[in-house]
């Protein structure tokens, strides 16, 4: 199988794309595909990656201009326009050459500057969570909070989230307005409003609705479609809006 890799040794921007051919094997994922470039072609090659088990959220990227996670894509079932993606230019402009019927393609997360080859800088993707105070203020002498299982099952899906960003980099908002906090920031705010442990569910529902919170999402829903963990911020920033 012949894999076409963006590189950008000097960041920034795609510089070109490299073109590998990789022995597969049945149950081969695309980590696997990567770490065989790296180990036996070019040890040059650059991406992230720390579980291999779709558990850290480390090894988002672009695969067939898909928003997925490289450890949990196996080879034989990579597609084209599986997710059905709302469209816009990062995943629906193709290098020249790119061979879709014989060649997978391979790309760094959108939304986000490049800093090496599948490598990008998730800082606006983190300050977005950060700018959501996404804790709960406490008092001196606070005893312990539990929760019952039908009160936690309102938020289970929500604290599902693994951090990964495939929802920031599928979505259309976050690409031409840098402000905008993002699906998976508004999810998490929204499990915290829900939370029956939070002390002030008020705050949330403030943090929330700011300028750069969800009056500036469209409810295009690509997020949905791209989460790996069935997350699904857009119903929760769907909530939001209706508070």
């Not at 696997?32 to 720390?50: E, G, N, V």
């Not at 998490?188 to 943090?207: C, L, M, N, Y």
Request: include cysteine; glycine fraction near 6%.
């Amino acid at each position: 199988m012949m894999f076409r890799i963006a590189r950008s040794r000097a960041g920034g921007s795609i510089t070109h794309y490299d073109l590998y051919k990789v022995d597969t094997k049945n149950g081969m994922t695309v980590l696997d595909a990567l770490f065989q470039i790296q180990d036996r072609m070019d040890p040059s090659l650059s991406f992230r990656y720390s579980c291999r088990g779709a558990v850290c959220g480390s090894c988002s990227m672009l695969i067939n201009k898909e928003p997925r996670l490289a450890c949990r894509t196996q080879i034989a079932d990579v597609k084209g326009n599986d997710m059905k993606l709302k469209p816009f230019p990062a995943i629906t402009e193709t290098p020249k050459g790119w061979n879709s019927d014989g060649e997978i393609l391979i790309e760094p997360l959108p939304n986000m500057p490049i800093l090496n080859d599948l490598v990008v800088d998730m800082t606006k993707f983190y300050d977005g969570l950060e700018s959501m105070k996404l804790w709960n203020e406490t008092e001196d002498g606070d005893t312990s909070r539990s929760q019952n299982p039908e009160e936690r099952k309102k938020i289970e899906r929500y604290v599902n989230c693994i951090l990964c960003a495939l929802c920031y980099g599928s979505c259309p908002i976050n690409a031409v307005k840098e402000e905008y906090v993002g699906p998976a920031a508004l999810a998490k705010t929204w499990r915290f409003h829900e939370d029956t442990r939070t002390v002030d569910p008020e705050r949330f529902a403030k943090t929330a609705t700011q300028p750069e919170g969800a009056p500036l999402c469209d409810l295009i829903l690509n997020c949905v479609k791209a989460c790996p963990k069935g997350v699904a911020p857009g119903g929760a920033i769907r909530k939001i809006k209706s508070l």
